[in-house]
Nanobody, 124 residues
Framework: QVQLVESGGGLVQAGGSLRLSCAASGRMFNSYYMGWFRQAPGKEREFVASLLWSGGYTAYADSVKGRFTMSRDNVANTVYLQMNSLRPEDTAVYYC?????????????????WGQGTQVTVSS
């Protein structure tokens, strides 16, 4: 069993930056995929970014490519999402998730563990 706790959300002006953190408790395996998803009011949860816990693979949604960077600290069991050049349309609750089996997927239903989410609000 793995538990995930996100932090780092907040209110920021358009063009600003935020860094989200997701701390995992419990044993992590190299085959795990860590993902960031987001859900805006009235919309479905959508894929943002993900990486392979052992390294060597990272993927981003087209809407955030070039602006967001996902990274990991295996010692601290933590993943990060550095968000730059934020836009009002990035406003959402951001969730961290784990997919415990290969292959990689961007589908919400394929992820097994979820955090409680952290709110990001970008004002225009």
């Amino acid at each position: 069993q793995v538990q995930l706790v996100e932090s780092g959300g907040g209110l920021v002006q358009a063009g600003g930056s935020l860094r989200l953190s997701c701390a995992a408790s419990g044993r992590m395996f190299n085959s795990y995929y860590m993902g960031w998803f987001r859900q805006a009011p009235g919309k479905e949860r959508e894929f943002v970014a993900s990486l392979l816990w052992s390294g060597g693979y990272t993927a981003y949604a087209d809407s955030v490519k070039g602006r967001f960077t996902m990274s990991r600290d295996n010692v601290a069991n933590t993943v990060y999402l550095q968000m730059n050049s934020l836009r009002p349309e990035d406003t959402a609750v951001y969730y961290c998730a784990i997919k415990t089996h290969s292959p990689w997927s961007a589908s919400v239903r394929d992820y097994d563990y979820w955090g409680q989410g952290t709110q990001v609000t970008v004002s225009s």
